[in-house]
């Protein structure tokens, strides 16, 4: 079955320090993956994705994500974090079974980060 | 572009009834998939439309059900309204199944 984990309910950074969120996958073929940020009471923006290419990608806001392979994970990175970026986050692959579209999301990770 | 659009933002319903909710997508897209949000199971995925076909469903009663119209609008209703209902419920339009999906504001229902 195709699935997405993430380990850390919670993520507590100070403003300035590099951030790090955690996301494994599992899935047959290619993994399609992606990186989206809700704020409260708002919908999900689209943060980043890997098809394919490059193991970093780069996204907005200056977030970064590096696809592992080999350890089939997809942590999302800032080098420098904001008290703004303080929001949930989601990890998600595409459910690539056949031609639909549809993600498969992690449960999410609030990131908290205090000035 | 306006981006993906949802209506009503908000919805407060009695169990038993039934609900109709609406979302545009982004001009040109013609994919539209709609997922249920609860702090207990997380974001779910309950269809997924592409020209006017649905192209896969999620794990839900038929009481779920939804519609996509030649212009890509897309309608999803539940009936017979339950507890468990109350959600936000959250609309995504992409222009290819190999793209980034673009979510709305959803629509947050509220069961009594």
């Known amino acids: 079955a195709q699935s997405v984990a993430q380990p850390e309910d919670q993520v507590n950074v100070a403003e300035g320090n590099p951030l790090t969120v955690k996301c494994t996958y599992s899935?047959?073929?290619?993994?399609?993956l992606f990186w989206y940020v809700q704020y409260p009471n708002r919908g999900l923006q689209f943060l980043l994705k890997?098809?394919?290419?490059?193991?970093l990608v780069k996204g907005s806001y200056g977030f970064e994500a590096e696809f592992n392979k080999s350890q089939t994970s997809f942590h999302l990175k800032k080098p420098s974090a904001l008290v703004s970026d303080s929001a949930l986050y989601f990890c998600?692959?595409?459910?690539?079974?056949?031609?639909?579209?549809?993600?498969?999301f992690g449960k999410g990770t609030k990131l908290s980060v205090k000035p | 572009k306006a981006g993906v659009t949802q209506t009503p933002r908000y919805l407060i319903k009695t169990r038993g009834q039934q609900v109709t909710l609406s979302c545009s997508p982004i001009?040109?897209?013609?994919?539209v998939s709609w997922y249920q949000q609860t702090p207990g199971q997380g974001l779910q995925f309950l269809f997924e439309?592409?020209?006017?076909?649905?192209?896969n469903k999620g794990n839900f009663p038929g009481r779920f059900s939804g519609r996509q119209f030649s212009n890509s609008r897309s309608e999803m209703n539940v009936s017979t309204l339950e507890l468990g209902d109350s959600a936000l419920y959250l609309c995504?339009?992409?222009?290819?199944?190999?793209?980034?999906?673009?979510f709305g504001p959803g629509t947050r229902l509220t069961v009594l």
């Open positions: 001009s040109g897209h013609r994919s």
């Open positions: 995504a339009s992409s222009s290819s199944t190999h793209n980034e999906q673009f």
């Open positions: 899935v047959s073929g290619n993994p399609y």
């Open positions: 439309y592409f020209s006017e076909t649905q192209r």
């Open positions: 890997y098809i394919t290419g490059d193991n």
């Open positions: 998600a692959v595409r459910d690539n079974r056949g031609s639909q579209g549809n993600l498969i």
